[in-house]
């Protein structure tokens, strides 16, 4: 039974409170919406379903030496929902599923655990769920709370990870599989659904590995989750968060685009969030058209100095100058620093700002620059990890935990849950799991092998980057600039998909 | 007629471009959607009106100096519109009418110069409307445009000042009444309507008195703008621009509030856009409830130093680490620096954690605070400024530029458009103007007495702060959190009033 909600001068209140925390605080009239919006989901999901197996697979590289470090999982299949005349998945067991949020938050974590719980509640009536508190220090300490119907309501379409919160540790040393067997064994689970990013699910499939090795009854499924964009392959198209996070962000920049036109005498240097990759800045620059973008990436591969990089703005800028324009919008990613050797750990636009302005000082000496630059530094990052989810991502968070739901029922582990065909409507999404083991690789860290999900970084022959980079001439000198607007939840955009994703979807096709 | 727009992959561009800038780029969907937004207006402005005196007026203080600054202009009533059987104004005058943007942007003034037009378009056809450019300098140098219904169309409820943009120059001395006088008789100007903040609309009765004094027939209206919100009076309920601006920080403000209760580690200390008056902060405050509200006014009232700021701040620190909070969000007005005087023109919440770092490791020196600080900084500003208008901004605007219209068609000179009864449905509010010179007090200013409109300043007595002090220990202590979301122009709180005018509102009620 859901809580009842009082209404508080535009505000509603949640009254009954079986925990504090979220429920002891009050609800904005956009969030107390959102909660009992009627999430689409996919229409397999909607049906009896039953799950079908692909072929066997393989790895992302060195599939002799994966094989090696998972002789119980390698080669597993993939899987698939299919609607069925009856379900015909785990009959009629109870199952006790735990959950636990690995790592930096992203919009839509609670979707995952309402949908595995729905899951349990639709299909496999009188389970169990436990969400493991603070992110696997939770599993390993075997600090839960059991996640009921009340519980989860008030956070259903909201951001954040407060229902159980997250953390950044890691279950990966013998002692620490040992600690989350016992409280595998304590709970009785059967299986545990690991919400992370690429290191929280290697190290989910070497948990489901051991479990299996010792025959232990507990599996282990995975979500993908950062706003970094950076975990993806073929099957699993994008990670969750990555559309609410790039939609506020593109936000902001597109006000302080209309803003840099309106006052005409600013250079905004926006850094963004998105640690290693570049996924963040291209996907707001393809929505925002700003004047200078870097991407790290590319700045590797063209084994760019830092002073290519500035030397890159300041004649952009010059340019401008000469057309009248002195204002501008410059996006960095947050990631520079991993590009460029130089740059230590500090605020790079504002290390940028100063570079610029000394070397267009030089080019004032020299003659060839006579306008005045001033900077203004930004930083998009916390405002964006923890918005509310987009229609997207609120869909596509409940299909994987849903999904999550169906795979543990029917026995499978050592799967990341994968929804596909993501530019259709959300009715026509697939829903399945993809072996973890095929998204892996190997690298040599202190001298021992060791599996890794490879970070997707940004390919420079993919489909976004080379429509930004067929675009960004045209996009220094002229003012393209789009305001994106702030992301609704009802009528015109709110249904849209992330540029990047529409991008690549459509060059896979 | 409207230009014709092209669908492109989401993306409507604007086809035909009498003008460059922003007709030449390209919009988001949001921004499409809202061009053609069906606009609630004031009754009173959807049929034939005529215009009602008050009795005379007064000043808001030395109303003698005043009445010796304005001769011709001081004591003016306040007017009203009012429903007529048939329109009784100006009769068959075809005007010519110039429009000029002053100062910082504020979201909505394209649509005040919309309400102008259409004013002109539907009750004084064959009107001429220019736009001086770049802000006074354009009224003064005579740089202007004439504003057409192509030209303005892809403006409409659209954020930013670039249709005309605008500027800081000021019209004040004799030499610049001249040239402002020269514009006049060149475009042989029947009105101006100045759109600014508290400075512009003093120097925009200054002109009025000027013009009227030497029997010219231009007349001036000001129009209240500022996101800051200190231009108001009891005529005067808010300024244009910060419902929207203070909805944009709260949504980020919001956003960073789950982002701390979800990680658990951090403090952020959010500094606002807003200079002297702390009205944005408080706005936000009321809308978000964060642990710790610095209030500029109060902060000057108490004379509170740099250290009993620092020390406000890291008691509630420690009081909450008591609790196991080690997080927080702390909001901090610009203006913050007008007020400490130590203070000097540097990043306020930088120093401020600064502070709060070394007063917290004196204190676990002194064993009375165990648990570790991590401060984050962000300024909210340039963010706010340009967004798209809330619905409240756009109706508003619209508001005060048709009825800034009807002021000059019916003769009027040195008011300033005013809509009251804001909290009512748009419906229901009122359109009329008042006298400038009854919102005027005297300074001396390098030993002369100047006329200005006094900023209105957070009233510690006032409605909104007295509910912020009620509040504010438990907010500290507790977690009461509100995230508003992101603005809705559709569906539920896309027609909500901000706080801080429903309670100053009902408190006068």
């Given at each position: 039974?859901?809580?009842?909600f009082v209404?508080?001068?535009?505000?509603a209140?949640?009254k009954?409170?079986p925990?504090a925390g979220?429920?002891a605080?009050?609800y904005?009239?956009?969030?107390?919406?959102?909660?009992?919006?009627?999430?689409?989901v996919?229409?397999?999901?909607?049906?009896?379903?039953?799950?079908v197996?692909?072929?066997?697979s393989?790895?992302?590289?060195?599939?002799?030496e994966?094989?090696?470090?998972?002789p119980n999982?390698?080669?597993?299949?993939s899987?698939?929902l299919?609607p069925?005349?009856?379900?015909?998945?785990?009959?009629?067991q109870?199952l006790?599923?735990g959950?636990?949020?690995?790592?930096?938050?992203a919009?839509?974590?609670h979707n995952?655990?309402c949908?595995?719980f729905?899951?349990?509640q639709e299909?496999?009536?009188?389970?169990?769920?436990y969400?493991?508190?603070?992110?696997p220090?939770?599993?390993m300490?075997?600090?839960y709370v059991?996640?009921?119907?009340?519980?989860?309501?008030?956070?259903r379409?909201?951001?954040?990870?407060?229902?159980?919160?997250?953390?950044r540790d890691?279950?990966?040393?013998?002692?620490?599989f040992k600690q989350?067997?016992?409280?595998a064994?304590?709970?009785?689970?059967?299986?545990?659904v690991?919400?992370?990013g690429d290191?929280s699910?290697?190290?989910?499939?070497?948990l489901?590995?051991?479990?299996?090795?010792?025959?232990l009854?507990?599996?282990v499924?995975?979500?993908?989750?950062t706003?970094?964009?950076?975990?993806?392959c073929k099957e699993?198209?994008?990670?969750?968060?990555?559309?609410?996070?790039?939609?506020i962000?593109?936000e902001?920049?597109?006000?302080?685009?209309i803003d840099?036109r309106?006052?005409?005498?600013?250079y905004?240097f926006?850094?963004l969030?998105?640690?290693?990759?570049?996924?963040i800045?291209?996907?707001?620059?393809l929505q925002?058209h700003?004047?200078?973008?870097i991407?790290g990436?590319?700045?590797a591969?063209?084994?760019?100095?830092?002073k290519?990089?500035?030397d890159y703005?300041?004649?952009?800028?010059?340019?401008r100058?000469?057309?009248?324009y002195?204002?501008g919008v410059?996006l960095?990613?947050?990631?520079?620093i991993?590009?460029i050797?130089?740059?230590?750990k500090i605020?790079t636009?504002k290390?940028?700002?100063q570079m610029?302005?000394t070397e267009?000082e030089?080019?004032k000496?020299?003659?060839?620059?006579?306008a005045?630059?001033?900077?203004q530094?930004?930083?998009?990052?916390?405002?964006g990890?923890c918005?509310?989810p987009?229609?997207?991502?609120a869909?596509?968070?409940?299909?994987?935990?849903?999904?999550?739901?169906a795979?543990?029922?029917s026995?499978?582990?050592?799967l990341?849950?994968?929804?596909?065909?993501?530019c259709?409507?959300?009715?026509?999404w697939t829903?399945?799991?993809?072996?973890?083991?095929s998204?892996?690789?190997?690298?040599?860290?202190h001298?021992k092998?060791?599996?890794?999900i490879?970070k997707?970084?940004?390919e420079?022959d993919?489909?976004p980057?080379?429509k930004?980079a067929?675009l960004?001439?045209?996009?220094?000198?002229k003012?393209?600039?789009?305001?994106?607007?702030?992301i609704?939840?009802?009528g015109?955009?709110?249904n849209?998909v992330?540029?990047?994703?529409?991008l690549?979807l459509?060059?896979?096709?």
């Amino acid at each position: 039974m859901a809580p009842s909600f009082v209404t508080n001068g535009g505000v509603a209140a949640v009254k009954t409170t079986p925990f504090a925390g979220r429920l002891a605080s009050v609800y904005s009239e956009v969030q107390t919406s959102r909660i009992d919006h009627a999430l689409p989901v996919p229409s397999v999901l909607r049906s009896p379903f039953k799950i079908v197996d692909g072929p066997a697979s393989s790895a992302a590289g060195n599939p002799d030496e994966i094989a090696k470090l998972f002789p119980n999982l390698f080669g597993q299949p993939s899987s698939m929902l299919v609607p069925n005349g009856i379900d015909s998945i785990g009959s009629d067991q109870k199952l006790k599923i735990g959950v636990v949020l690995s790592g930096g938050q992203a919009p839509g974590g609670h979707n995952v655990i309402c949908g595995i719980f729905d899951y349990l509640q639709e299909r496999a009536p009188g389970s169990t769920l436990y969400g493991f508190r603070g992110g696997p220090a939770g599993v390993m300490k075997g600090k839960y709370v059991e996640l009921t119907a009340d519980y989860i309501y008030p956070y259903r379409n909201q951001g954040g990870f407060d229902m159980i919160c997250s953390g950044r540790d890691k279950i990966e040393t013998p002692e620490q599989f040992k600690q989350a067997e016992e409280t595998a064994a304590k709970l009785d689970l059967d299986g545990l659904v690991v919400i992370g990013g690429d290191d929280s699910n290697t190290n989910a499939c070497l948990l489901a590995e051991n479990f299996r090795s010792k025959n232990l009854k507990t599996r282990v499924i995975g979500c993908p989750k950062t706003i970094d964009g950076d975990l993806k392959c073929k099957e699993v198209p994008t990670s969750f968060g990555f559309d609410t996070a790039c939609k506020i962000y593109a936000e902001m920049i597109g006000n302080v685009m209309i803003d840099a036109r309106s006052t005409g005498k600013y250079y905004h240097f926006v850094r963004l969030m998105g640690r290693a990759a570049s996924h963040i800045t291209l996907e707001c620059a393809l929505q925002t058209h700003p004047n200078i973008t870097i991407i790290g990436e590319e700045v590797a591969a063209k084994k760019l100095t830092l002073k290519n990089v500035t030397d890159y703005m300041v004649d952009v800028i010059c340019k401008r100058a000469e057309l009248g324009y002195n204002y501008g919008v410059i996006l960095i990613p947050e990631g520079l620093i991993d590009f460029i050797p130089e740059v230590a750990k500090i605020e790079t636009e504002k290390m940028l700002i100063q570079m610029v302005e000394t070397e267009l000082e030089k080019r004032k000496q020299e003659g060839s620059y006579k306008a005045n630059f001033k900077g203004q530094s930004h930083f998009f990052g916390y405002e964006g990890r923890c918005g509310l989810p987009t229609n997207f991502d609120a869909s596509y968070c409940y299909a994987l935990g849903y999904g999550a739901g169906a795979l543990l029922h029917s026995g499978k582990t050592g799967l990341i849950s994968s929804v596909g065909n993501l530019c259709a409507p959300v009715e026509e999404w697939t829903v399945g799991g993809t072996a973890l083991t095929s998204m892996m690789d190997v690298e040599r860290r202190h001298g021992k092998l060791k599996p890794v999900i490879k970070k997707a970084m940004v390919e420079l022959d993919g489909a976004p980057f080379k429509k930004f980079a067929s675009l960004r001439e045209e996009w220094a000198i002229k003012n393209c600039y789009i305001s994106p607007g702030p992301i609704q939840f009802a009528g015109p955009a709110s249904n849209a998909v992330n540029h990047t994703l529409l991008l690549e979807l459509g060059a896979q096709a």
